[in-house]
């Protein structure tokens, strides 16, 4: 078993998930950059790899110093899912985007359907040797999963993507993670809209003279996990990467551990057994 490469996932990313209308999508990761941002989070399902790679080469901002993240897509689409066809897929990504590799590329979105380890990670194999990616990653898997993956993978696995807010903690991927050197990465970091109704958060935000999206976001960053919140608007834009000026207190992280709910989002037929 290899273990995990050093990376460093920049705290906070844009997230790109349903914005698949191209203005919409150039103008969002335009702005994130103008901000601050330096990490987009994409993938081949989500049709707008062209628009986020178009979006980036037109910015002022030197593509190295973008953190470009996407992910391959998942069996559920595709009719043959072996190595040769996960490394095409790998392939279509990058000339997608218009870049020779990203930073990140998560070799599994979801470890459903089809998903063989061997083969995904043969396909990993020869996309590293191709010079694809600096870093692979893995989305939506639990340690056991990753445990098998890390098991057949020649190149190590750096980073993990998954669900990740105040209504699912995610405290045993956190240990994993901190204990293999692993990046955690949280995906609908906003529960996709879900933490706007949770009063323990509102109460924090109100506090600090807040929203509740920053509360969320400084106490993801708080336990050490990257975030990436989908914004199309400015000012959420804006006001996402503000987060990274909160510094919730011991009071207000001890609220939140505490919250007893588990929600989960995302959920669907090639889901592992979470
Ligand atoms: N690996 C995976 O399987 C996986 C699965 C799901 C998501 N992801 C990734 O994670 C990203 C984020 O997840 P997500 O898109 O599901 O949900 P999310 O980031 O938790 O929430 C996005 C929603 O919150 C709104 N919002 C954002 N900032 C806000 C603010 N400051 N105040 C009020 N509302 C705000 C957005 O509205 P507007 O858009 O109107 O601004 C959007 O409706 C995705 O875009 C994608 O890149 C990965």
Redesign the pocket.
Do not use: M, V
């Given at each position: 078993m290899v273990g995990g490469e050093p990376i460093d996932v920049p705290d906070l990313g844009l997230?790109?998930?349903?914005n698949d209308d191209w203005d919409q999508c150039t103008e969002s990761v335009q702005t994130a950059l103008e901000v601050g941002y330096r990490h987009v989070?994409t993938a081949e399902a989500y049709g707008n790899e062209e628009a986020v790679g178009e979006s980036i080469a037109a910015s002022s901002i030197p593509r190295e110093d973008v953190f470009l993240a996407t992910?391959v897509l998942h069996p559920k689409f595709t009719d043959d899912y072996a190595t040769e066809s996960i490394v095409q897929n790998g392939r279509a990504c990058l000339e997608r985007l218009g870049v020779d590799s990203v930073d990140l590329f998560y070799g599994v979105?979801?470890p459903g359907g089809e998903y063989d380890p061997a083969e995904t990670f043969e396909a990993c194999e020869r996309l590293d040797e191709e010079g694809a990616f600096d870093h692979l990653g893995v989305?939506?898997m639990t340690p056991e999963l990753i445990d098998e993956a890390r098991d057949v993978s020649d190149v190590p696995i750096s980073a993990v993507?998954v669900?990740m807010h105040p209504l699912l903690q995610q405290e045993e991927l956190r240990e994993y993670c901190e204990r293999h050197g692993m990046d955690l990465v949280a995906?609908?970091?906003?529960?996709?809209?879900r933490m706007?109704e949770v009063p323990e958060l509102q109460e924090i935000a109100d506090k600090h003279g807040v929203?509740a999206?920053r509360v969320s976001l400084a106490w993801l960053r708080e336990k050490g996990v990257s975030s990436?919140?989908?914004?199309?608007?400015e000012d959420?834009i804006r006001?996402?990467w503000q987060s990274l000026e909160l510094a919730l207190d011991d009071e207000d992280v001890r609220k939140i551990d505490s919250i007893d709910r588990e929600e989960r989002q995302?959920d669907n037929p090639y889901a592992p057994d979470w």
């Open positions: 997230g790109t998930y349903r989070d992910k979105h979801w989305c939506n993507q669900e995906y609908a970091p906003l529960g996709n809209g706007f929203s999206a990436i919140p989908k914004a199309a608007s959420h006001d996402n995302y």
